[in-house]
């Protein structure tokens, strides 16, 4: 039976044994009936039904990344199909509500800047409250206590006139060139960067900034320290409010900090380290708004 397959699968073998098989038709006894005799067999057909239907014929082989497929979607079927038979038990509002500090409508804005001030004292900010009349003499002080001598500043701001009033005498540079023209000096030189802040959490005790081309991000990130200027008036209570209050959902800034001490890590043994990755120093004037 194989070989028959064989040869009818060989046009010229089906062929050669057509052609044998008729010439050997008289060999046949005319007494058997005529079902017994040799007909002429129909000629070979010029291409193999594996040649006509190739793609019906051959199964189309699977690629790796195919297999990964199909398996990873089996794989998340079975996971969301036992988690759609898992039973369900209904939680109550209030284990679903998520109520940081400062969402109770009894919290003034007394009770902000108290805890604001406590909690960024214990992340080692120096914060000082002072009157918006004194903030020229408070910057001052500042820069004074500290020896600060070389001083970089923005553009433009709402405090910018108290800024450059309160470092008269000082050498200034504020950031109107290109980084590349006084990088050296920003680096090595700078003693001190001066900021104003969009506001401040009182949850967790952090500053939130805002960087616009009048005040870019590295005023307070590549000085040593950092001068920050923030309103009681724009104290938050948590960082769910930052975002509604301020519309995020629509206008999310592409770039806001939020600063809660000055720079520390302990990657290194277990050390804890201030200034390895920015001010070694944070100074917070909190200001009483007139």
């Known amino acids: 039976m194989k070989g028959f397959a064989f040869a009818a699968s060989n046009p010229s073998l089906y062929h050669t044994g057509t052609y044998m098989a008729t010439k050997l038709q008289n060999l046949i006894p005319n007494k058997l009936g005529a079902w017994t005799q040799c007909r002429t067999s129909p000629k070979p057909a010029k291409q193999t039904l594996h040649q006509i239907m190739p793609n019906e014929v ?9 297999e990964t497929k199909m398996n ?34 009894d919290i003034t804005i007394d009770d902000k800047a108290e805890r604001f ?55 200034v540079t504020p950031f109107n060139q290109k980084i590349e023209d006084w990088k050296s000096e920003l680096f090595n030189s700078i003693d001190v960067g001066i900021t104003h802040t969009l506001g401040g959490i009182a949850d967790t005790g952090a500053l939130i900034l805002w960087p616009n081309e009048h005040e870019p991000r590295t005023l307070s990130l590549v000085p040593p320290s950092h001068i920050a200027v923030v309103k009681k008036s724009a104290l938050y209570g948590h960082f769910l409010q930052v975002m509604q209050e301020n519309n995020w959902d629509h206008y999310m800034p592409t770039n806001a900090l939020l600063i809660s001490g000055p ?7 277990q050390t804890l380290a201030y200034g390895a990755h920015g001010p070694s120093q944070l100074i917070v004037l909190l200001l009483e708004d007139e």
């Open 58 to 66: 051959k199964p189309k082989a699977i690629s790796s990344n195919e």
């Open 72 to 105: 990873t979607r089996l794989a998340k079927d079975n996971i969301l199909g036992r988690l759609k038979q898992a039973k369900r038990s209904p939680k109550s509002a209030e284990e679903l509500a998520f109520f940081p500090w400062g969402s109770h409508p």
């Open 117 to 171: 001030v406590e909690m960024m004292s214990a992340n080692h900010a120096d914060v000082r409250t002072v009157q918006r009349s004194e903030l020229t003499q408070a910057l001052h002080e500042v820069m004074d206590s500290y020896g600060f001598s070389r001083i970089a500043m923005g553009t433009a701001g709402e405090y910018i006139r108290d800024f450059e009033d309160a470092a008269q005498g000082k050498q």
């Open 263 to 269: 720079s520390k890590t302990a990657d290194i043994q």
